[in-house]
Nanobody, 116 residues
Framework: QVQLVESGGGLVQPGGSLRLSCAAS????????MSWYRQAPGKERELVAT????????NYADSMKGRFTISRDNAKNTVYLQMNSLKPEDTAVYYC?????????WGQGTQVTVSS
């Protein structure tokens, strides 16, 4: 059974930091490109960051560059998103995504709220 379980969301003040984790199981994690997406109320889901399978090469949406860092630990089947200098506009549900040659999986999401 495939599972992507996000954790680490919560309420944080502007300028603060959070680290999201996504624990994967039920598929060959190291063979899947991993991404974080987010969806704010009333908005479409948008790509936050992507990391490749083995090389660990990462790409970010322009608004996240320099503030967010995606990383993966293939030994732990986990992908992370370190978020620094958070802004109120970063408030959203953050989703973990796994994309392989044939299949794509989504987690259930974790809420991040940036507010004073």
């Amino acid at each position: 059974q495939v599972q992507l379980v996000e954790s680490g969301g919560g309420l944080v003040q502007p300028g603060g930091s959070l680290r999201l984790s996504c624990a994967a199981s039920g598929f060959t994690f190291s063979s899947y490109r991993m991404s974080w997406y987010r969806q704010a109320p009333g908005k479409e889901r948008e790509l936050v960051a992507t990391i490749t399978t083995t090389s660990g090469s990462a790409n970010y949406a322009d608004s996240m560059k320099g503030r967010f860092t995606i990383s993966r630990d293939n030994a732990k089947n986990t992908v992370y998103l370190q978020m620094n200098s958070l802004k109120p506009e970063d408030t959203a549900v953050y989703y973990c995504n796994a994309r392989g040659a044939l299949y794509e999986y989504w987690g259930q999401g974790t809420q991040v709220t940036v507010s004073s």
